[in-house]
Nanobody, 124 residues
Framework: QVQLVESGGGLVQAGGSLRLSCAAS????????MGWFRQAPGKERQFVAA????????DYADSVKGRFTISRDNAKNTVYLQMNSLKPEDTAVYYC?????????????????WGQGTQVTVSS
């Protein structure tokens, strides 16, 4: 059974950094696309970043380009989201997701597996 478990969220001041982790288990993720999404209160879940498991290709939402970096540690079966220069508008629950379909990386409904989410709060 596939499990994605996020960690690393917390409270940080504007301008600070956090690194989120997503521990993946239950199958081999070679060839999968691993994504990060976020959902703020009262808003729809939105795409943040994604990477094919090999790391050969990545994509970012315009709002986080240059500030966030997605990476992975194959030995630990873990995907990371390094978040720098955080802003209050980055406050949300952050979710890790995985998909094996040859389809858009951006759509919430394209992903088959989801973690439980981790809260990130950025104070001004």
């Amino acid at each position: 059974q596939v499990q994605l478990v996020e960690s690393g969220g917390g409270l940080v001041q504007a301008g600070g950094s956090l690194r989120l982790s997503c521990a993946a288990s239950g199958r081999t993720f070679s060839g999968y696309v691993m994504g990060w999404f976020r959902q703020a209160p009262g808003k729809e879940r939105q795409f943040v970043a994604a990477s094919i498991w090999s790391g050969a290709s990545t994509d970012y939402a315009d709002s986080v380009k240059g500030r966030f970096t997605i990476s992975r540690d194959n030995a630990k079966n873990t995907v990371y989201l390094q978040m720098n220069s955080l802003k209050p508008e980055d406050t949300a629950v952050y979710y890790c997701a995985a998909k094996n379909r040859d389809s858009s990386w951006l759509g919430v409904h394209e992903y088959d597996y989801w973690g439980q989410g981790t809260q990130v709060t950025v104070s001004s």
